[in-house]
């Protein structure tokens, strides 16, 4: 049986467009949006979208596999990830110093078992200067959504099966509680904030949440064309006003 697909929609192909270049603008290090960084905050949302609905449809249809979910991923992911292992590690190998090439493998190893985050959270600072000669510090954000994934279809499955009327409550106290969890440890610890998938957790579900139909849909037109000017507006307010040590 064929896979459950979703009816393509430019419009989360325009919102992935303006998460890229805000990303590539913080990078660039372009003072005038300081806070392009939550790009990476409105992939988590697309992702968690998108995921949960081919995955719900399959559940739906009957047509769910775990492991061929997994297979999918890894088919996905692994290619782009070991291509850029490769030439990172010949530039390191190159051009850093004995003890960083030993950082290095470490991260490495992290960054293939979908780890990175937790090995970053544990060696450094994302928005210090030290952290940018660390070539592989960007695959945090990778693991932590393959984190994610570990457990998102296993759940639903669960949910579809054993309780499908409080799927819905499931994940809404599931979204209540990592939000309140991230917003908490901002002040207690920013940077297990920036790298817990449990503190990042509640942005996959906000897509989760669109895909479940459990958010209050929005029926007219007018009000929805509103609603999409003003969470792009809210977008670009936070990359103009956000920044690396203002964000929490």
């Not at 990042?200 to 009000?223: C, Q, V, Y």
Request: proline share 4%; net charge positive; aromatic share 16%.
């Amino acid at each position: 049986m064929q896979n459950a697909e979703l009816k393509y929609r430019p419009d989360i192909d325009g919102l992935r467009a303006v998460a890229v270049l805000l990303v590539l603008a913080f990078h660039l290090q372009f003072q005038r949006l300081p806070g392009g960084f939550v790009g990476v905050d409105v992939f988590f949302v697309i992702s968690g979208y998108l995921i949960t609905g081919i995955i719900a449809k399959e559940i739906q249809a009957s047509s769910f596999s775990v492991a061929r979910f997994y297979e999918r991923r890894a088919r996905r992911i692994l290619p782009a990830l070991f291509a850029v292992l490769l030439v990172s590690t010949l530039f390191s190998l190159r051009y850093l110093l004995p003890g960083e090439v030993m950082s290095y493998a470490k991260s490495m190893l992290s960054a293939t078992f979908s780890c990175s985050n937790f090995y970053f959270l544990s060696t450094a600072d994302y928005f210090d200067a030290p952290a940018h000669t660390k070539p592989l510090l960007h695959t945090w954000s990778l693991a932590v959504e393959e984190q994610f994934y570990l457990i998102l279809p296993l759940l639903l499955l669960l949910l579809w099966r054993r309780w499908p009327r409080g799927r819905k409550s499931v994940i809404v106290a599931l979204f209540v509680g990592s939000f309140a969890w991230s917003a908490w440890l901002a002040y207690q610890s920013p940077d297990d904030a920036f790298y817990s998938p449990f503190s990042r957790a509640w942005e996959f579900l906000t897509g989760s949440l669109l895909a479940l139909n459990i958010a209050p849909a929005i029926r007219k037109r007018w009000l929805r064309e509103a609603s999409s000017l003003v969470g792009l507006g809210a977008i670009v307010l936070a990359s103009l006003n956000y920044s690396a040590r203002g964000c929490y």
